[in-house]
């Protein structure tokens, strides 16, 4: 096995041209290939210097709020307007329970759905279904979030929360007054923001089941639902997780459509229905209006914080699909 | 091999049966798409921003038709700079005054109205406060069907951005509620402040069944946004509202999620009247524009969000500019001011609040619980603020004019849309201060 590749490999003088020389010929040929090989290189160079000049900046432009309150900024649990101090602890708290609940929401339909659509939908539903499921993906934060705040955060006041509060078991996640604007909400609008992303990976990972896979669940006597749920969804499974670990760094990062729904109030939510704030809504909300000084260092060191949160779920996911393939690749 | 050949084989065969009716499902799937977005689109018109767009629109046509409010024509007529080309109320807004050109160079002569027309084009562009944005929106598009050759693009990002911009020198003017610290300046230089609309702070609640005009003082209001009074029927408001059928609604307590105006304004009244409830808190004693328990409570982005929150939420209380309050026709709290009485917010209870403004300057700006029976007690003027050296000499001629039209002729259009027009010495205070702007050589821009 080598390791050269394609490109590398000097092309072959399939055809010389009669009458011209041998090493003019090379040079004509090879030119191509060196600076397809530039770049290449060059274009990996802009890259990493952008991630790690990103890096480099943001922490340079924080160190000021991490010298004044050290590792104590991850917490800091009184938040006073005055001293620019920012409960970074609530925003942390918020974004995780804000995408919890996104996940917990958009998972399961987007799966269902993305099965519905390579599995069982007849064509002339599959396809308009699947531009309407992308359709949502064009649509800018802004817009869903705007959805959200005139139009889902009424219902939710009115029908959505009061109903959830009446459900005996989940009284311990649904409590307090309904106001609309709440965890809940935010969850839900940021559900449907990767609700696309789910939908459009989980597709193609389960078309890309074999499909003798599915025949001999069927050859076993699996009905359709059977077939779905033990050949071709296990089948995906990788797939899948990819997808889902990357609608999960969307959600963990969206400012604008979070920040309108979710009631910007720092403290610390007692239950899914109260509001609350994320990283990304504390980021939006005071970084145009912060002073410059501690107060807009403050401000990029919440940025930090939620580049490390979404660095850690991206290279947790990483890790954990590579043991996945790897485990694959020993079975087979 | 054989696997993956079989697979491809059947997947051809399904795309190929399927080529035919694809183009027929991408235009059902448009068709689909059309419809889903119109639907949206319907659901949203009844939504309260539209609903207030709406209403924004037909009063700015009607006011132009109607007289002038008497108050407005006084006002004006006793600003030093109409004198000179008095026109007809209103007729202003279509019919520019026309002057002689050589009274009017683009190179200085006086600063007045009548010079209107002789603005160079010019595409101004400001950023600051929200809460001026209903009354520039109106003053600038009559200005520029006025003087077809200035066009002003205003960005209503919220006082602080106005104040930054400015600094940065990115835009023509910035817009803030609050003044900067003198001496000010920027980039550019020296940056002077104008003082160009009177406006006030309405506490307005959405309570089914209480009338407009509950009656509310400082501690009660700072027990509300501390969270500490909870229910509309509690014993703090039920008592300075004898006679009033309160209902046992919880109280969602509204504020600005970005640093405000308003927020200042209320955050000085209650330091003023909310006694140790508010300082005592974590509030502090010194006022912020960043509103300071964010604890408590629901935050909204701009007026425009608190109001939206407001219209839907039944037993919601909150700070918006009062303009933004009369768009909306919300009820409003009649607060207690320094006199004792409470007083809900006007036309007329906020230019009160304006005429205490004697020695108005950019220091000594906060005009938050006045004296006076009648003064409503969050009330604040709106400062454009613009730098002294103005590099582009033609430019800086037509903003100068701009300005001065906006806070002499253009302030009849302030109290239609729930903002007062600027008291006589605030007006010569404007107009002294635009006398002070200079060319890049250090030269005035205009004659006095």
């Known amino acids: 096995m080598s390791t050269t590749l394609l490109e590398e490999v000097p092309p072959p003088r399939l055809s010389p041209v009669p009458g011209v020389k041998d090493g003019l010929q090379r040079r004509w040929a090879r030119p191509g290939g060196r600076a397809y090989a530039i770049l290449r290189w060059t274009g990996a160079t802009i890259f990493a210097v952008i991630v790690i000049g990103l890096v480099v900046s943001l922490m340079a432009s924080a160190s000021q709020a991490f010298g004044h309150s050290g590792l104590s900024f991850l917490w800091s649990g009184t938040y006073n307007a005055t001293k620019d101090i920012y409960p970074t602890g609530i925003y942390i708290i918020g974004t995780l329970i804000t995408t919890a609940v996104a996940i917990v929401l958009a998972v399961p339909i987007g799966v269902g759905t993305a099965a519905f659509l390579s599995e069982l939908a007849p064509k002339w539903l599959a396809g308009p279904l699947s531009v309407l499921i992308d359709l949502i993906a064009a649509v800018p934060s802004i817009v869903v979030g705007l959805w959200g705040l005139l139009v889902l955060s009424p219902v939710f006041a009115r029908h959505v929360e009061p109903f959830l509060k009446k459900i005996p078991v989940l009284e311990w996640f649904f409590h307090g007054p309904a106001y609309g604007p709440s965890m809940l909400l935010a969850g839900t609008v940021l559900a449907v923001m990767i609700l696309p992303t789910i939908v459009a990976l989980s597709r193609t990972a389960l078309a890309s089941v074999a499909s003798e896979d599915r025949e001999a669940a069927r050859a076993l006597g699996a009905t359709r639902w059977q077939v779905v749920r033990t050949a071709v969804v296990p089948g995906a499974r990788t797939g899948i997780e990819a997808a889902v670990i990357l609608a999960m760094g969307r959600a963990l990062g969206e400012t604008i459509a979070v920040s309108l729904v979710i009631g910007n109030n720092n403290a610390l939510p007692h239950s899914l229905l109260a509001p609350g704030a994320t990283l990304g809504s504390a980021i939006i909300n005071n970084f145009g209006e912060a002073n410059p000084g501690l107060d807009k260092s403050s401000v990029i060191g919440l940025v930090v914080v939620l580049l490390a949160i979404t660095a850690l779920v991206n290279i947790g996911g990483q890790l954990l699909l590579r043991r996945r393939l790897r485990a694959v690749g020993a079975t087979t | ?375 409503y007690p969050l009330a604040n003027f709106s400062w454009t603020l613009l730098y002294q050296k103005q590099s582009n000499t033609s430019q800086g001629v037509a903003l100068g004019k701009l300005f001065d039209w906006v806070t002499t002729t253009g302030q009849q259009q302030a109290t239609a849309l729930g903002y007062s027009p600027l008291p006589a010495n605030v007006v010569a205070l404007a107009h002294q201060t635009l006398l002070t702007l200079e060319n890049s050589a250090g030269k005035a821009l205009f004659t006095s």
Request: hydrophobic letters at 35%; aromatic letters at 6%; proline letters at 6%.
């Open chain 2, 1 to 375: 091999m054989h696997r993956g050949a079989d697979s491809r084989r059947a997947r051809d065969n399904h795309d190929g049966r399927d080529v035919s009716r694809r183009s027929l499902h991408r235009w059902s799937t448009l068709a689909l798409a059309l419809g889903a977005l119109s639907l949206v689109a319907a659901a949203c018109s009844s939504t309260p921003t539209a609903a207030k767009k709406k209403t924004q629109k037909t009063t700015a046509s009607t006011t132009t038709t109607s007289p002038a409010p008497t108050t407005t024509s006084a006002v004006v007529a006793a600003a030093p700079t109409t004198t000179t080309a008095a026109p007809a109320a209103h007729t202003v807004a279509t019919t520019p005054p026309k002057a002689t050109s050589s009274a009017c160079s683009t190179s200085g002569g006086p600063l007045s109205a009548a010079c209107d027309t002789q603005s160079p084009s010019f595409k101004a562009s400001g950023a600051g406060a929200n809460s001026i944005q209903p009354f520039f929106t109106r003053v600038f598009y009559y200005y520029s069907q006025a003087n077809k050759s200035v066009s002003v693009n205003y960005s209503p990002a919220g006082s602080s951005v106005g104040v930054t911009d400015i600094e940065q020198n990115t835009v023509s003017f910035g817009d803030s509620e609050i003044p900067i610290k003198t001496p000010a300046s920027g980039t550019g230089g020296n940056i002077v402040q104008v003082p160009v609309d009177l406006g006030g702070v309405a506490i307005s609640y959405n309570l089914p069944g209480v009338a407009a005009g509950l009656k509310l003082d400082g501690p009660t209001l700072a027990g509300i946004y501390l969270g500490k009074i909870t229910k509309w029927n509690d014993s703090a408001i039920t008592a300075l509202n004898p006679g009033v059928n309160l209902p046992p609604t919880t109280i969602v307590p509204v504020r600005r999620a970005d640093s405000s105006g308003p927020g200042y304004d209320l955050d000085q009244y209650l330091i003023d009247t909310g006694g140790s409830t508010w300082t005592g808190s974590a509030a502090g004693t010194t006022a912020s524009t960043k509103w300071p328990i964010t604890n408590v409570g629901i935050g909204e982005q701009l007026n425009t969000g608190v109001a939206g929150f407001i219209q839907q939420t039944p037993g919601a209380i909150g700070y918006v500019e009062y303009a933004y309050s009369l768009q909306a026709g919300f009820t409003n709290v009649a607060l207690k001011n320094a006199a004792g009485s409470y007083v809900k917010p006007s036309q007329s209870s906020i230019a009160a609040a304006g005429s205490q403004a004697t020695t108005l300057s950019a220091t000594n700006f906060n005009i938050v619980n006045g004296g006076g029976a009648g003064t």
